[in-house]
Each structure stands twice: as structure tokens, then as C-alpha cells.
């Protein structure tokens, strides 16, 4: 890659960093209690009129850097004392009227604008001293259309009449009334007192008048109600003298009643009581009787349970000795079946390690004899005469010739006694070497073996050739 494309490349992600690091810089939020006033190229309205300013009450929006700025409005509520003096109201008496005022930026978005156009850059301390003012020109113009009685008497038409004057005012710099509170009224001239003194005297009066004919009315009432007490008693005595009478009779009945009750109560006590101490009996020998069934069953329970206990563990320790003994046993067979196992692999590999060695042995001496396989058993046959020769003298080596006795016809031939012949006879049985040779397909050497000469065979050709002269002579017989 070229330098240049790495250095444009770098460029423009720096620049795309910066673009955006100016927009999350210039992305604004308004806090809950501030209004936000962007001002600067803001836009047109409906009829076309361009904007001074955007009030913005919660929420974020996005400043455009070089064209607008922004600045807050605090919505903290302003509380302004106003002491008006020497107001004059409508009679052309001048009183005094201190009262405290709250006041605070409106957050309808006219009044917000108002605020934004008249009360940029200004402090609290100075809202309030424009608001004061505002507060006491109409606050004297109320007090100018009212009565003095109007104004003492019916608070909540003067503060109604404050509140509609001075509201309307404060919203055209964009504040808004929150509360008044009237402190007092007082006037230079004591108009006031003096209708507070009439007040009290004309109250004083009619409280007098009111106890006077509250004391008449009492006497009255006194004595009717004296009389009434009277009349009342002399009826009550009577009455009550009947009513003690008859409350006499009441009590006597119902004495008489009580006792008859007690008696009939008694008795049912009585008879209650009897059944329930039989029952209580019944119900005692009852739980005796299955108290003694209980142990009873509990005894047997235990007997049974000691036998069978007893039987189930000598079961378990038979079974586990069983158990044991079959897993010794198992651990034995296991072990002599390994033993076995290895001995029979180990004389296996002796076996084959055996073969092997013979198979070696063999393909050398097949190697020796030139490949012939037949030339090699002979040489194994020639190399095992010796031992087979030992075997031929090993079969007759022990046995006793004192002890053997032979009998025969008492024929000796040749001159050899039986006993002779009877050893003779057993060499004889004993096939000779020269045939052991022949057998396995081999020779004796010339200086071991002695050739044969051609006399016998001439003797067997002669034999030959009577035996079938005479066979001729018996054919023509025959025929």
C-alpha cells in the first residue's frame, strides 16, 4: 500500500472522530427544572416569521455549531415581599397592605417564548425586582376599585381580584403567579379599628341581648321543668310502688320457679352423675381390658420380634459367611485358573520357542544336504541308530536268565540246549542293523556290511525254475 492511501485513510478517520465527537458534544439535554432557550437560526413559523428563540421544557436537541447557541431559564420559584403603603382604595382611605408573593417562569410555550425574549440573561434578583414592580402597580389598582370593608371582610374576592390583575401582567414577561398571601391591613386614619371596634361593641351587645334572653328562657324553662319533676316523681313513686309490687310477685314466682329448677336440677345432676361414674367404671375396665390386650400383643410383638430378629441375623451371618466362603472360593479358582493359564502359556512359548528351534535345525540341515529334503531325514535316521541301538539292548538288558525257564520237546538241534535257543531265537527278534538301514532307505558301508555273492542267487534261479517245471507237470496231469 502506497503512503499517500495510508495517510488519506488516517485523515479521514480522524476527521470522522472529530465529526463525531462534535455531535455528541453539541447533543444537549434540558434538566427537569431549567428551560432551554436555543437561540440563532432557528427557522420560520406557520406565517412564515422567522423565530428569535426555541424553549425547549425536558427532553435533548442538537445545537448546530456556527449557527445557534443556547442558554437556561431557572423554573426555581421566586418569592417576592411587597410592602405596599399608603394605598389609596376606593373611599379615599389610605391603608397599608403587606403581603408576599410567588412567583416563577411559565412552562406554556407562549409565555416560555415571552420569558425567553424579556428575561434573557437576566439574574433572579432582578426577575424579582421586575416583577415587584409589576406586583405594585396593580396591586394599588385593585385597592383603588375596592372598599375598605370589601378588602377586610371578603379576603378571597381581594385576593381573587390580585391574582386575575397581576397575572396577566407577569405574563407578558413569561412568569406566572403561584401564590398570595395577604400578611395585614392597616390604615393611618383607624378606619379600620374603628370598624373593628363596632364590630366588637355591635357583637358585644347581641352577645348580651343573646344571654339575656338565653337567662329569661332558662327561668321559664326551670320552672316548667320543676313542675314537670314534680308531676314525674308522684307518677314514678306510683308507678314504681307497682312496679315494686309486681316485681315482688315477679320474684316470688320465679323464686318458686328457681327452686323447682335447682330440685329438677339436682335430680338430673344426680342421675348424671351416677351414669357417668357407671360409664367412667365401664369405660375403666374397658381401657383396662384393652390395656391388657395391648401388652398382651406388645409381648408377643416383642417375642416374635426377638425370635425373628435373632433368626433373620443368624440367616444374614450364614448368608454372608456363604457369600464370603463362595468369593474366597471364586478368589481360588480364579487364582489357579491364572496359574494354570500362565504355566500353559509358558510351555506353550517353550513349545513354540522349541519348534522354531527345530524348524531352524531342520531348514540347516536340508541346507546341508543340498536342498534334498529325503538326504536329510537320512542323516537324522543315520544320527538316532545309536540311540535306537541302545533302545534294541535296553529291551533285554535286565532280563535274569536264571530265573527263566523254557520248555520244549526235548528236540535239541544243532547241539544248543533249549535255553540256547531260546536266547538265540530272542537276538533274532531284535531286527539287525543292516535292516534298520535298509528300512530308512540307507546302507552300512562296504567295511561294516559284507557284500553278498551271486551263489545264493544262483541257488534261488535253480529253485525258480524247478518250482515251475513241476507247476507245468501238474497242468498236464490235469489236463
Known sequence: MQPWIVILIIVVVL????????????????????????????????????HSAKCIHGGA???????????????????IAVDLKSALSRQNIRIDVPSIF????????????????????????????????????????????????EINTDRDKFLDAISRNVEGELKKIGLRLINVNVTDISDESGYIVALGQEAAAKAIND??????????????????????????????????IKGENKAKAEIAKAQAELREKEAEALKLAVTAEKVQAAKALEESYEAEKQAEISRAAKEKATQEADVIVKSEIEKRQ???????????????????????????????????????????????LVKAA?????????????????????EQVEAIKN??????????????????????????????????????????????????APQKTDAPVKEEQKFETAQKAAEKKSEKKQG
Open 61 to 79: 436537541t442538537f445545537i448546530v455549531p456556527l449557527f445557534q447557541s443556547y442558554t437556561y431559564l431557572d423554573l426555581t420559584p421566586i418569592s
Open 102 to 149: 410567588t412567583v416563577a417562569i411559565s412552562t406554556e410555550p407562549t409565555l416560555m417564548e415571552n420569558a425567553a425574549v424579556r428575561l434573557h440573561n437576566l439574574k433572579m434578583p432582578e426577575i424579582a425586582e421586575l416583577a415587584k414592580d409589576i406586583i405594585f402597580g396593580q396591586l394599588r389598582l385593585v385597592i383603588a376599585t375596592m372598599n375598605i370593608e
Open 370 to 390: 543340498g536342498g534334498e529334503a529325503n538326504d536329510a531325514v537320512r542323516f537324522m535316521i543315520a544320527d538316532k541308530i545309536e540311540q535306537l541301538v541302545a
Open 207 to 240: 352577645a348580651k341581648i343573646s344571654v339575656a334572653e338565653a337567662n329569661k328562657i332558662g327561668s321559664i324553662g326551670e320552672a316548667n321543668a320543676k313542675m314537670e319533676e314534680r308531676i314525674r316523681v308522684a307518677a314514678a313513686d306510683s308507678e314504681a
Open 318 to 364: 450364614k448368608e454372608i459367611e456363604a457369600d464370603a466362603q463362595a468369593e474366597q472360593v471364586r478368589r481360588m479358582a480364579r487364582g489357579e485358573a491364572d496359574a494354570i493359564y500362565a504355566k500353559l502359556e509358558a510351555e506353550a512359548r517353550g513349545i513354540r520357542e522349541k519348534l522354531t528351534k527345530q524348524s531352524e535345525g531342520f531348514d540347516a
Open 399 to 448: 532280563i535274569k536268565i536264571d530265573k527263566v525257564t523254557v520248555w520244549d520237546g526235548g528236540e535239541n538241534k544243532d547241539g544248543k540246549s533249549s535255553t540256547a535257543g531260546f536266547l538265540s531265537g530272542l537276538l533274532k527278534s531284535l531286527p539287525p542293523l543292516e535292516e534298520m538301514y535298509n528300512m530308512a532307505g540307507l546302507s552300512l558301508p562296504k567295511a561294516v
Open 15 to 50: 476527521v470522522f472522530f472529530m465529526l463525531l465527537l462534535m455531535v455528541l458534544t453539541r447533543y444537549k439535554k434540558c434538566p427537569p427544572n431549567k428551560i432551554m432557550v436555543k437561540y440563532g437560526k432557528i427557522g420560520k413559523d406557520k406565517e412564515g416569521n422567522l
